[in-house]
């Protein structure tokens, strides 16, 4: 490719790379704009005042460091749901023969089960306070992993918004001890009736 005469691909790159210098660089663009108008490039007067200073960068955020997590927290809890609310065997079942009214008793028993399982082993509390529809200012730096942004997302903090959800963390976790050579994988032992 010469200078003279680009190729189309060298054409490409030299607008997109011309964009992006036009949008930051003031000066730049009135070069451009003088070029475009057949004026002499260089020909402007100088500024009377000094540009603002740009902004400065935020720092890039480093990369998060990835653990890998053990499943024996999370098979131990399903254990506890099967125990006390027959978690799984509501899931597994295959409720297309039910009525809605059969149904819904059984989903009654899990969720008392699944609940006072959730109460006994876990403080559960709302990740916000205000109730949900109030209007929220979420300022720069907020915790992005406590509160998901939904809905037409653009810009930056500070960001109005309604809480459509309050969210849920864990304050405490009180799981069993497991016993050394426990099978987390058995969340339910099979049941043989002598």
């Known amino acids: ?10 054409r490409i790159s030299l607008a997109v790379g011309t964009f992006f210098s036009i949008l ?3 000066e730049f663009a009135a070069d451009v704009l003088r070029l475009r108008n057949g004026e002499k490039v260089g020909a402007a007067p100088a500024p009377t005042a000094p540009a603002p200073a740009p902004a400065p960068q935020p720092k890039p955020q480093p990369a998060p460091v990835l653990k890998e997590a053990t499943p024996d927290a999370a098979l131990q809890l399903l254990g506890l749901l099967q125990r006390d609310a027959r978690f799984i065997d509501f899931v597994e079942e295959d409720i297309k023969g039910y009525s809605d009214a059969d149904i819904g008793a059984a989903a009654r028993l899990v969720h008392e089960g699944c609940r006072a399982t959730l109460r006994e082993h876990f403080t559960i509390r ?3 306070d205000e109730a949900e529809g109030s209007r ?3 300022p720069a730096g907020f915790d992005a992993s406590s509160v998901r942004l939904t809905g037409n997302v653009v810009g930056s903090a500070p960001f109005n918004g309604s809480i459509s959800h309050r969210g849920w963390r864990v304050d405490d976790v009180r799981l069993p001890k ?17």
């Open 1 to 10: 490719m010469s200078d003279s005469n680009p190729s189309f691909l060298g």
């Open 24 to 26: 930051g660089n003031g």
């Open 178 to 194: 497991l016993a050394d050579g426990h099978n987390a994988k058995v969340i339910a032992p099979a049941e043989v009736e002598l």
């Open 136 to 138: 929220v200012t979420l």
């Open 126 to 128: 709302p990740v916000r």
